[in-house]
């Protein structure tokens, strides 16, 4: 029993250090999406400016084109606005839209190389955008059976 709390304790201790590895400053336990926050997944997931980085909801594994996870965020402006930045940013950073569907949850999907990013957003009551990325990788079907 003891060794499984101190497994517990350490793999919660790696997941916290993960979730705070994306930089940017904190206030209030969230943090504004910065140049150096864009630097470090830089030309692989465009963030709009001014969004702040929800860092309880936030899990990054690696950096730059390899990571893998989610980065939720809260992004200012109208919802279309924001589905609209990330329909064309994505493709500018070399991201391939498979499907998309706009409504009072808006979901995008992409795919570059071996990763799968789904995009999901909802307005809030108060006029800002809830957004959720999740990068994982892509799940390849079986090799048929001789």
């Known amino acids: 029993m003891t060794t499984t709390k101190l497994l517990f304790a350490l793999l919660t201790a790696v997941l ?3 979730c705070t590895s ?3 400053p ?11 926050t864009t630097k470090q997944i830089s030309g692989d997931v465009p963030l709009p400016p001014g969004a702040v980085i929800k860092q309880q909801d936030t899990l990054v594994m690696s950096a730059a084109s390899t990571w893998l996870g989610r980065i939720s965020l809260s992004v200012a402006g109208e919802q279309q606005a924001v589905f609209t930045y ?13 499907s998309s569907s706009f409504s009072k949850t808006s979901l995008l999907t992409f795919t570059k190389g ?26 390849r079907p079986a090799p048929p059976r001789p």
């Not at 990330?86 to 498979?98: H, I, N, V, Y």
């Open 86 to 98: 990330f329909k064309d940013g994505m493709p500018a950073s070399g991201w391939t839209l498979t």
């Open 22 to 24: 994306i930089g940017g």
């Open 16 to 18: 916290v250090s993960a």
């Open 26 to 36: 904190t206030v209030g336990g969230d943090s504004t999406v910065t140049e150096a």
């Open 114 to 139: 071996d990763r799968v990013a789904n995009i999901q957003m909802q307005g809030t009551t108060f006029g800002g955008n809830d957004v959720l990325i999740t990068v994982a990788p892509a799940v």
